[in-house]
Every structure is written in C-alpha cells, then in structure tokens.
C-alpha cells in the first residue's frame, strides 16, 4: 500500500514562485516513476513532471525550464519547484506514483495507480 501526502501549495503572484513536496509511505514506490499531474477547473489531468529511479526527468513543454522535479530517497519525498509561474500554472496539483514504463515522453494518468489528495497553486 503506498500513501502520498502533497504540501507547499499556496497563492503567488505572477513571477513568483513555490516549492511542492510529496511525502511517501509504504512500499518502496521511490524505485518506480514518480510524477506531478496538475488539473484545473473544466480541464482535463496533465502530467506537468515526472523522475525515474535513475533520476531521468520528463516535463511538460508549457513548464519546461521553469520547473524542477527532485526527489530525496532516503526521505521518500518528491518536490516540484516551481519558477517564474504565470496564473495558467493555478491548478489543483497531484503527485503520482506508478511503475517504471509510466515514465515515458507522454505521461498517462491512467499508468498511474497511486495518487495523492492535491494541493492547491494559484498564481494571480
């Protein structure tokens, strides 16, 4: 069984930044593809990054250059650090955990089984 538990989500101006951390319990997910999903009103689910246990990284091209996926094993906690963000960036944001095919150049929500309850980003 693995729990995902997001923090750090907050309100911004324009330009400004945040830090999201995933904290993880269970089994030893940290090995497999981690990723953060974002959803905002009215729209579907989009993989925004993604970490594989070989620390590869994938991201979306609307956040490319902006946002930094890491992860800390030993803590068994995923970040996301988020820069220069724009108000399109508001989004309710997910963390995900799923098997080591899920890390591909187009991230599925579907390839992921394990999800955390969100956080909120909103960018004014």
């Known amino acids: 069984h693995v729990q995902l538990v997001e923090s750090g989500g907050g309100s911004v101006q324009g330009g400004g930044s945040l830090r999201l951390s995933c904290a993880g319990s269970?089994?030893?997910?940290?090995?497999?593809?981690m990723a953060w999903f974002r959803q905002a009103p009215g729209k579907e689910r989009e993989g925004v990054a993604a970490?594989?246990?070989?620390?590869?990284?994938v991201y979306a091209v609307s956040v490319k250059g902006r946002f930094t996926i890491s992860k800390d094993n030993a803590k068994k906690t995923l970040y996301l650090q988020m820069n220069s963000l724009k108000p399109e960036d508001s989004a309710m944001y997910y963390c995900?955990?799923?098997?080591?095919?899920?890390?591909?150049?187009?991230?599925?929500?579907?390839?992921?089984?394990?999800w955390g309850q969100g956080t909120q980003v909103t960018v004014s």
């Open positions: 995900a955990a799923g098997g080591a095919f899920a890390c591909g150049t187009e991230l599925l929500a579907s390839d992921f089984p394990y």
């Open positions: 269970g089994r030893t997910y940290m090995k497999w593809c």
């Open positions: 970490i594989d246990s070989a620390r590869s990284t």
